[in-house]
């Protein structure tokens, strides 16, 4: 059991935007994707469920990805996009009751099973008070919320997120990685393109970094993510303790 992608290469012209990536999320593992602007850390995800042309191949839970139904894939993996547009001022409950679409689940007539995944989705998230508002009136950190909470009611077994916790402020940032490690905790496998290197130190179980399209480094983020591997991927030094990632000026 696990989502697996081998060998994968994106082109683009002449550009090699991934080069040869194999990549393994386990259920009940977060991995943090890190690696400089334009390192291919989007197009790894967005290749990895094919919304990217690309060489390789990849399965979930022994299934050929390529083999399953738009339907079977939504059941399997969860993708939160780097770019989330709301395009309209739905209801926070409605938007969340998407991830329950690959059910066939029509949002405003939810019952059993999927009125139950809503409601979860929505209390882990901390989005109770906000269930009956418009979308587009949240803030930043209760709309980073709102999208987690979608993908977490799809219940799939593997979540790819890019950059969950950008522009979010030390708490929420905190809080929707503390969202992620619930949903490995409770056996999910997660994959997470993060650009703050304490916060993948703190919670991020493995690390997968990128360089250039290539894989550089990989494996427990304790003894991966050291300050050599810092220099060397970004080009700033850096003191790794327990404490944390401080980035040296
Ligand atoms: N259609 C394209 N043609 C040529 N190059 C492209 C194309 N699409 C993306 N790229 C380039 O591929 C590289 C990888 O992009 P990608 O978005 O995957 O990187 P990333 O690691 O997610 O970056 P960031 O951290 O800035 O979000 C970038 O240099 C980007 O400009």
């Avoid at 989705?121 to 987690?148: K, Q, Y």
């Avoid at 360089?211 to 850096?238: C, H, M």
Wanted: with cysteine.
């Amino acid at each position: 059991m696990a989502l697996r992608m081998k060998n994968i290469a994106v082109r683009k012209a002449a550009a090699v935007l991934v080069e040869d990536v194999d990549f393994t999320v386990d259920p009940g593992r977060l991995v943090a994707i890190i690696g400089p602007n334009g390192a291919g850390k989007t197009s790894l995800l967005r290749a990895g469920i094919g919304l990217e042309d690309h060489r390789g191949s990849v399965s979930v839970d022994g299934a050929d990805w390529a083999s399953l139904s738009p339907t079977e894939r939504a059941r399997k993996i969860s993708y939160l996009p780097q770019k989330r547009p709301l395009a309209w001022p739905l209801k926070v409950r409605d938007i969340v009751a998407l991830g329950r679409f690959a059910y066939g689940a029509a949002p405003r007539s939810l019952a059993g099973t999927d009125a139950r995944a809503v409601d979860a989705a929505i209390a882990s998230c901390s989005l109770e008070p906000f269930a009956d508002r418009a979308a587009d009136t949240l803030s930043g950190g209760e709309e980073a919320r709102l999208h987690c909470a979608r993908a977490f009611a799809a219940e799939t077994p593997y979540i790819l997120a890019d950059e969950p916790a950008t522009s979010l402020d030390p708490y929420h940032q905190r809080q929707v990685m503390k969202l992620f490690k619930g949903y490995t905790e409770r056996g999910g496998g997660a994959a997470v393109v993060l650009h703050d290197m304490g916060l993948a130190a703190h919670y991020a179980d493995d690390l997968l970094v990128l360089k250039q399209g290539r894989v550089v480094a990989e494996g427990p983020t304790a003894s991966t993510l050291t300050a050599d591997l810092i220099e060397d991927v970004y080009g700033v030094k850096a003191r790794v303790t327990d404490d944390g990632v401080t980035v040296l000026p």
